[in-house]
């Protein structure tokens, strides 16, 4: 018999995991309102969320990785997220507000336009899979690894000192890991709100990764089918709804519907299918700096996402961008592609050097 | 996942009993016999550099020396399967005009998607979390009852399987006796030949894990190496006497298991 303190406790928590949530999606569109006015570019609605998603994670590692290789307190890295993200806030919030609202009466015009049995739809199995993820008990050895990290995070105030499945201390640092801030920024929510790692993950970052695949769906749909609303959610809702029966627990159904909240649901869901928005959109036009910059910051973002993707998102870009060279016969194809799967060059290297020994001990 | 390093046997077992992959191939012929000049390039192009540069029994070589083979399913993802699919199926209901045509369409994705009892809906998956966290409520009451037992700010324990599993994502506190790899890859009634550095942890397995009370001298050694505080088994295998013979007595019972601590009693 639950009591009324603990119902009492149990609704504010659920209230803070909406408010998470919705915090974050705030933040994606900041972030993407902010990228688009530096460096002057036109993306499409959705477009700006999705590349502020991508761009907020990126940005999170640039902060994140030197302070976990230095192996700095983790309240300092939380000190510092949260006084950047309200410093970027306050300037972006003022100096990009014209753009913002209208951004958010364009998506909110683009429901309006959409509404019908469509939309419907794809907000019934966008809700009924976010429940779905919620309501399963999965329970794994890497679900264990995973949210034990980010509860060990929080309750050493140490970044990968301990090891996240046994709570030992380890002799130095696990770069199989650590080169990912992910589950770093996981354990800040945790931190400010005060909660377990697995109400955050599952409820939070598990919905986050659900709604961020939902909007890729529409993205290519978009693309796909011309601009037309209604052929793009029925697109979504096929997308998703087909998880349903593609079951083995490899398959990228798996882990949006077992396993949203680790990191390699994202590299299976939101990282690979963007990618593959990035390059339908270069299939329109490899001309729009808008389309080049985008698969930059999708692939630039993919290690900060997931480790899975140190090697996946740079060979699927190479193999994507190298068929339409091969169509195109035009250098620059390559050239820039060059320039996008860089930084998980440098990842890779240090990754090798990792696995040939060199090792940063823990002190 | 297989890790005999063939490609045909890994999409296999990435496929399992669904036929998503004929299915996909279906909809990637679709899609290359319908499409413009550009788009059938694409679709072959595509295909050939895939083939050519990752879903070969070379590459799988490759990668796995970079990685491991038993992680190359994740290049699968970049398969486009539900995508396509979902693109043919789009196309397909959004061009026809009457309803029974469309009804024919659903009706043969929904047997085609659903109807070879792979789909992740069943009765069980239906359901709503017994707790905020998700998590089996005895291995909760089981960390809970250490966490009010513990002199020791981060008590070494040595978990049955299932408990240890979801202990620390309740409780960050808890430091594992067991460790993960020698769960995953000793968890048996073998003997100890196999199980090289991990033979402590094996010896800890064996007891409360499957029950096994005949190896006194083992475990005594295994505990001491492994530093362990607290022991979690099914009550089920009667461990009260033997246990308490190795100076770990009984602290409280829940569910189907009970709480062994070290110098401690009811």
């Not at chain 1, 995991?17 to 919705?22: K, P, R, S, T």
């Not at chain 2, 669904?18 to 072959?44: A, E, Q, V, W």
């Amino acid at each position: 018999m639950v009591s009324t303190d603990e119902r009492g406790i149990l609704m504010l928590e659920l209230a803070l995991c909406l408010l998470m949530a919705l915090f974050l999606l705030a933040e994606f569109m900041i972030f993407g309102v902010g990228i688009q006015k530096i460096f002057r570019l036109d993306f499409r609605k959705y477009e700006v969320i999705l590349t502020g998603f991508f761009v907020y994670f990126g940005i999170f590692q640039i902060v994140a990785l030197p302070m976990i290789l230095l192996q700095r307190p983790f309240h300092e890295l939380t000190a510092l997220w949260v006084g950047f993200i309200l410093l970027a806030n306050i300037i972006l919030l003022f100096w990009a507000r014209r753009e913002l609202w209208k951004l958010a009466a364009g998506i909110c015009r683009g429901f309006w336009q959409a509404k019908g049995i469509a939309l419907l739809c794809a907000l019934l199995i966008i809700g009924f899979t976010c429940y779905f993820h919620s309501a399963q008990q999965y329970l794994g050895w890497d679900t264990s690894y995973y949210i034990g990290t980010v509860n060990t995070t929080v309750y050493t105030d140490s970044m990968y000192v301990f090891d996240g499945a046994d709570g030992t201390a380890g002799k130095f640092l696990n770069l199989r890991y650590a080169l990912s801030s992910f589950y770093m920024h996981s354990a800040i929510l945790c931190r400010l709100a005060s909660m377990n790692a697995i109400i955050v993950q599952k409820y939070v970052i598990g919905t986050i990764c659900i709604l961020v695949h939902a909007l890729i769906l529409f993205s290519i749909g978009k693309r796909l089918f011309g601009r037309e609303s209604k052929k793009a959610l029925s697109f979504l809702f096929w997308g998703m709804f087909l998880n349903y029966g593609f079951n083995t627990i490899y398959t990228t159904s798996s882990f949006l519907l077992l396993r949203a909240y680790e990191a390699k649901g994202f590299c299976a869901n939101v990282v690979i299918p963007a990618i593959f928005y990035a390059a339908i959109c270069l299939w329109e036009s490899q001309q729009k700096r808008e389309h080049w910059w985008m698969l930059f910051f999708f692939v630039f973002a993919s290690v900060p996402l997931s480790m899975s993707s140190i090697f996946i998102a740079p060979v699927l870009t190479a193999i994507l961008l190298a068929a339409e060279w091969l169509i195109r016969r035009d250098w620059r194809i390559l050239w820039r592609g060059f320039w996008c799967v860089v930084p998980n060059g440098l990842y890779l290297a240090v990754y090798f050097l990792y696995t040939q020994g060199y090792r940063i001990a823990v002190h | 996942m297989s890790q005999t390093g063939d490609i045909i046997q890994t999409i296999q077992d990435y496929m399992g009993e669904t036929i998503y992959l004929p299915m996909f191939l279906c909809c990637l012929l679709i899609c290359y016999c319908t499409g413009k000049k550009d788009s059938r390039k694409r679709i072959l192009w595509l295909s050939v550099l895939g083939i050519l540069a990752i879903f070969n029994n070379v590459s799988i070589r490759v990668i796995g020396k970079f990685t491991d083979t038993i992680t190359y399913y994740r290049f699968l993802w970049a398969v486009p399967v539900l995508l396509a699919i979902a693109y043919v199926i789009t196309k397909a209901i959004t061009g026809l005009r009457k309803i029974w045509e469309k009804a024919v369409v659903l009706g043969v994705v929904l047997l085609l998607s659903w109807g070879f009892g792979s789909s992740f809906v069943t009765e069980e998956s239906l359901r709503f979390p017994e707790n905020k966290y998700n998590l089996p409520a005895e291995a909760i009451a089981v960390c809970d009852i250490i966490a009010q037992d513990k002199d020791e700010e981060r008590p070494v324990v040595a978990f049955d399987m299932g408990t240890q599993l979801a202990s620390r994502a309740y409780d960050p506190s808890i430091v594992w006796g067991i460790r993960r790899k020698a769960y995953i890859e000793h968890n048996d009634m073998e003997g100890y030949e196999e199980a090289g550095k991990y033979k402590a942890d094996k010896v800890l397995i064996h007891a409360v894990n499957y029950g096994v009370q005949g190896e006194g001298e083992l475990l005594k050694k295994a505990l001491s190496k492994r530093k362990v505080d607290y022991i979690v088994t099914f009550t089920g295998y009667g461990m009260d006497a033997y246990f308490e013979g190795l100076g770990y007595s009984l602290v409280d019972r829940c569910g189907e298991k009970s709480v062994y601590g070290k110098g401690k009693g009811l």
